[in-house]
């Protein structure tokens, strides 16, 4: 299928109205400070739907219809919505239903890889009488033991890591491939979104201050399309958090007579290389 052909048929689908256009400036936050923790412990989670490189508005969040943790070796999901409570989100322009989860430190125990996956319930898009659902998983690394990070999680819409989504270098290359129903989305539209505010986790909050100012509105999201295999690269300029949101790949289109975007999202965090204290290079 060419590219032309497939954006041609994305359009043609969307018998509602623009779906993906509409969906393209929220993202579903699944945050913790630390995606790879030397030793497991206790493990605090902002889950916040955004704008994450504004700091704002936050939009109301229903309770999710699932939060689950595959553990280090991939023998068990654990149902982690017992945990999950509603706070009162500070950004920078309003204050909104979110949700908080604390993870005790006997779930985090095992070295190597934990993934969280969060299944929202969808949100009402009013403006544009649409539906938005944005499937989002975040893995955890504990102790740099290798585990399952890119084993797909049989999710209706999935980002499949191809890098590690935990060990990445400021300016290093991150790859992926677009699933729905377990299967890559040729051409898929591709958003990216940095994560732009200081996250205050105990307060609920965004800070104020951004860390970067972009020279105008659309590099407020860099947008992208998957290759024929559904493969995405891109480049990760600074470090902190990185949103990777696929839009409106989903096969259910439809949500209480309305149209639904199912979009699935992967949360990465960048490093900067610090030099070591005997190196000899400045810092």
């Not at 954006?7 to 400070?33: D, K, N, R, S």
Request: charged letters at 20%; glycine letters at 8%; proline letters at 7%.
């Amino acid at each position: 299928m060419t590219f032309t052909r497939r954006l041609f048929q994305t359009l043609a689908g969307a018998t509602f109205g623009c779906v993906a256009c509409a969906a393209q400036a929220h993202f579903q936050m699944l945050y913790v400070e630390d995606t790879a923790p030397q030793r497991g412990d206790k493990l605090e989670f902002a889950l916040v739907f955004t704008h994450p490189f504004s700091g704002g508005p936050t939009l109301v969040m229903d309770k999710p219809r699932a939060f689950s943790q595959v553990s280090a070796h991939g023998s068990k999901t654990i149902d982690l919505r017992q945990y999950l409570r509603p706070v009162q989100w500070q950004s920078r322009d309003n204050r909104a239903t979110a949700y908080r989860a604390s993870i005790p430190r006997e779930l985090m125990r095992s070295l190597g890889d934990h993934i969280f996956v969060l299944e929202p319930e969808p949100y009402l898009e009013a403006e544009e009488g649409l539906y938005i659902q944005q499937f989002t998983k975040l893995i955890v690394n504990v102790g740099g033991v290798p585990g399952d990070w890119a084993e797909p999680q049989g999710l209706p819409v999935e980002i499949q890591p191809l890098s590690k989504p935990y060990a990445n270098w400021t300016g290093g290359v991150f790859r992926a491939v677009v699933l729905a129903d377990g299967k890559p989305v040729p051409f898929a539209e591709v958003e990216i979104e940095y994560l732009n505010h200081a996250v205050d986790i105990e307060q609920n909050s965004f800070g104020q201050a951004a860390y970067v100012t972009a020279p105008q509105a659309s590099f407020n999201a860099q947008s992208t399309y998957a290759d024929a295999q559904g493969i995405v690269t891109l480049g990760l300029p600074r470090a902190g958090w990185w949103g990777i949101a696929a839009l409106d790949i989903g096969a259910t289109k439809t949500h209480k007579g309305k149209p639904l975007s199912q979009d699935a999202v992967l949360w990465v965090q960048a490093r900067d290389m610090v030099p070591g204290k005997d190196s000899g290079i400045a810092h």
